[in-house]
């Protein structure tokens, strides 16, 4: 075998690269994960890259070797819900990085300019990530690359690696955010929005799990349930939630998700306010989020107006809609399109707490609640698979550069 052909050989890897340590509760970590997923689950060889700090960094053997491609940990399988195909490859990040705020001690700096060029591109066919710096990295040491860009951001991108064909695609959630890449200098025919995926868990019926979160969150089996399950920030509508729950005493509303000082602050709050049915839980792992969607009698996406709303993208909503449990969702830029579907039971306008409410009395005398869920909202949401957002993302790439296929 020619030298050249061996190390083409060698290049198999589908790299996905996020710079935080893992497992966190960050939505954009949850996506990150999940496309990896999506990709090792069409049977490319797919690594999860990603900081580990700690203890563990401290291996000496790991630092000799930093690039080890190995079976995912069950920590990660179960608090992102990913499945065996996926690999990872840990970077140790010993001390004193990230302990002093310097370019040269920072974990990103050192994942690009050290661990990148050394030690993971020799085995690598294509990179994959959120972080701008690791895909430029990898574009200026010869390897094509995927840019991924949820959030609106001012500064220009470089056009030395706009332009480069190395850069196969740019991916956005939302449109407006695509305007504001373009206008960034990112050229229009290498930028395209492509909706989040929801992550097949949430699909499979999990009634006895679903029992026993009724169980254990009602009063008596009469009483109703609505549940919002996502980041606990004003923008989201937490805050139109508690005086919705004021206003239907009855009924028992239910947050899941949040940091613990989130918790702590809307806890304190509703103490304050005297508002008695509404519960926080923190952060459920995905293993058990499923179950709690499905005990639900109605799911609650009360997300204000605003600039977030421009670039919300449904990650949350899939998961909902995948559980087959009624929707009452605000009318917010980013979910427009979703307004002709029968797969959101209910509409109202944002930062209104006595529409909102309006609203989830209809749907919960509207709707009562199936235990194998309304086919409506199931059927619709199949298309939105991380596995076909994937191949859709993989379809703008050179053939030539697709990573390996194992068979």
């Known amino acids: ?17 996020v710079g935080e340590e893992l497992p966190q509760p960050e939505a954009h970590l949850v996506q990150s994960t999940n496309a990896a997923n999506g990709a090792a689950n069409l049977g490319y060889s797919t ?11 401290i291996n000496l053997a790991n630092l000799a070797r930093p690039f080890q491609p190995r079976k995912t940990p069950t920590e990660l399988i179960k608090y992102y819900n990913l499945h065996d195909k996926l690999k990872v490859a840990p970077l140790p990040m010993p001390w004193p990085i990230d302990h002093f705020r310097s370019k040269f001690t920072d974990s990103n700096t050192i994942a690009s300019k050290y661990y990148l060029p050394f030690h993971i591109l020799p085995n690598t066919k294509l990179v994959h990530s959120r972080n701008w710096n690791f895909v430029k990295a990898a574009i200026k040491n010869g390897v094509p690359a995927i840019y991924e860009h949820h959030h609106h951001e001012d500064k220009p991108f470089e056009p030395e690696i706009v332009k480069n064909p190395l850069l196969q695609i740019a991916v956005t959630v939302v449109d407006t955010i695509r305007e504001s890449m373009i206008k960034n200098g990112m050229p229009p025919e290498k930028v395209i ?15 006895e799990k679903a029992a026993k979160w009724r169980q254990k969150l009602l009063q008596d089996e009469s009483q109703k349930l609505v549940v919002y399950a996502g980041a606990l920030q004003q923008f989201k509508g937490i805050d139109v939630l508690i005086e919705v729950a004021n206003e239907m005493p009855n009924v028992q509303f239910v947050c899941a998700g949040g940091k613990p000082a989130e918790v702590e602050y809307y806890q304190q709050l509703v103490k304050e306010k005297q508002v008695h049915n509404i519960r926080f839980l923190g952060y459920i792992l995905h293993n058990d989020l499923a179950s709690l969607l499905q005990a639900a009698d109605v799911l609650a996406h009360p997300h204000c107006s605003g600039k977030a709303a421009t670039f919300t993208s449904p990650l949350k909503l ?7 449990t009624p929707i009452v969702s605000t009318e917010i830029p980013s979910l427009v399109k979703f307004q002709d579907t029968q797969a959101i039971a209910a509409w109202c306008e944002p930062d209104n707490p006595n529409k909102f409410a309006e609203c989830l009395k209809r749907v919960l005398e509207t709707h009562p609640r199936k235990i194998e869920g309304y086919p409506d909202s199931i059927n619709f949401v199949k298309q939105f698979s991380w596995e076909n957002r994937a191949a859709k993302i993989l379809s703008y790439v050179d053939e030539s550069l697709l990573p390996q296929l194992i068979v």
């Open 1 to 17: 075998m020619s030298k050249i052909m061996k190390n083409s050989a060698l290049k198999k890897y589908y790299i996905f690269f």
């Open 47 to 57: 690594v999860l890259v990603y900081p580990e700090k700690g203890v563990k960094a």
């Open 193 to 207: 929005t492509l909706h989040n995926g929801f992550n097949r868990l949430f699909m499979e019926r999990q009634p």
């Open 318 to 324: 899939f998961d909902y809609l995948a559980s087959g």
